[in-house]
């Protein structure tokens, strides 16, 4: 098993048994051999061309690859930061230095920080229990209960999806009686952002197992075409009726009445309802409104940040500009900090806007799905009742 595991973020092709079967992409997972504890990342910015693992073996190479995408996804992220924090512990890193970086490796999706603060409270805590007892035993048993609090973490975060599946049928049911929906995504909500099947792109699949989905139109979502990507490489996979487009051709899209529904994740609910998620996703709810569609945002509770007042409260991620003013081959790092690479698109030195996301106000969004119901209105109050009742259990 050791000669399997590659450096500190270097990659490894898949070895033949470990290919993800058709129905199950798997975007982390924990391992334990012997030359100690990795985690192991499905490396997002090679798909679909190649199915390709990064073995991360420090904090600092998970820094590295949640920055240039390699795991990205708001409840992903979350997943990732708890492991970090358990990785760093496991591997007798500085706890708190390493959860720092991990929390502000991007700002946006409120998920990261929420997964690695929980990871860390779980080590402290532990720590603080076996306090003037024996330093090595306490340090393993803190780096276990840090590991325990990312399992959990991940575990429910599948059981989220499962429950947001079925509220999001449920209303697609009330919203649009009779099925064969057509329904839009923008960027990549499915399996390779969670512990299940996902946000919106859950309720997508069950609607496809159910025989109510037509077609998923799916937005290529520029830059870094997490749609093109990510998004169609999971609906290949699970054998759905897709089709792709550029982000430019929803609006005629919408005007050809081609769409029943809009269906996206989040990055952040500000406690006002406003929706933070990936860039070009509140034109679509412009779009929606003015067609008369239901624009419907799934996400699970984690993402509701109430310390975060308003849509203008949320920090947006500001990525470089090579993102835009090149494109980058699938098989490259995509999204590489420093790097660039690709073939320039625009003259050498062109400046370039990049927010990495955009800001839905509440009033442009039908309902919020999460694994406690729907909410719909999207009010301030209805938000916060829902996140108390998630956190009464
Ligand atoms: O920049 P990314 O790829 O991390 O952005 C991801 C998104 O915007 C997703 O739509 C969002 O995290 C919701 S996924 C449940």
């Known amino acids: 098993m050791a000669d399997q595991y590659a450096q500190s973020g270097e990659d490894i092709q898949l070895s033949e048994d470990k290919q993800p079967r058709t129905d199950d992409v798997q975007a982390i997972r924990w391992e334990e051999p012997a030359e100690g504890p990795v985690l192991v990342l499905l490396d997002q910015t090679r798909l679909p061309a190649e199915e390709v ?47 720092d970086a991990l ?41 276990a209960a840090a590991l325990a609090a990312a399992r959990a973490l991940h575990q429910e975060d ?44 859950a309720v997508a699949r069950a609607a496809h197992r159910a025989g109510r989905l ?11 075409l997490q749609g093109a990507r990510l998004t169609a490489y999971e609906a290949a996979r699970s054998g ?19 769409v029943d529904a809009v269906l996206i994740g989040a990055d952040r609910i500000a406690a006002d309802g406003s929706v933070a998620n990936k860039v070009g996703s509140y034109p679509l ?45 699938p098989q490259a790092p995509l999204a590489g900090v420093e790097a660039g690479g690709g073939i320039p698109v625009a003259p050498l030195g062109t400046q370039a806007y990049n927010p990495a996301f955009d800001v839905t106000p509440p009033e442009l969004v039908t309902a919020i799905v999460t694994e406690w119901g729907a909410l719909a209105p999207v009010t301030g109050e209805g938000l916060s009742e829902l996140c108390s009742r998630s956190r009464q259990v």
Not at 118 to 140: F, Q
Not at 240 to 255: E, I, P, Q, R, V
């Open 53 to 99: 693992e990064l073995v991360c073996t420090d904090p600092q190479a998970l820094v590295q690859a949640i920055r240039s995408l390699a795991v990205r996804g708001a409840p992903l992220l979350g997943i990732t930061g708890a492991y970090g924090v358990a990785l760093a512990a496991a591997r007798g890193f500085d706890v708190r230095q390493a959860a």
């Open 214 to 224: 037509r077609r998923l139109w799916v937005d290529e979502t520029r830059p870094l």
């Open 240 to 258: 759905m009726a897709y089709t792709l487009l550029t982000d430019n051709a929803a609006g005629s899209l919408f005007a050809a009445g081609e």
């Open 285 to 329: 709810a412009v779009l929606a409104r003015y067609h008369h569609v239901p624009f419907i945002v799934v996400a699970p509770v984690t993402t509701v940040d109430l310390a975060t007042p308003d849509g203008v409260s949320i920090e947006v991620e500001q990525r470089a500009g090579h993102e835009v003013t090149e494109l980058t081959a």
């Open 158 to 201: 599948a059981a989220a999806s499962a429950r947001m599946a079925e509220h999001g049928m449920r209303l697609l049911d009330e919203l649009l009686p009779g099925g064969n929906h057509r329904i839009l995504t923008h960027c990549n909500t499915g399996a390779l952002v969670s512990g299940g099947e996902g946000t919106a792109f």
């Open 103 to 143: 929390a502000g490796a991007r700002p946006t999706a409120v998920n990261l920080a929420y997964g690695v603060r929980r990871a860390e409270e779980a080590y402290r805590s532990a720590l603080g229990a076996g306090a003037g007892t024996g330093g090595e035993a306490v340090r393993e048993r803190a780096a």
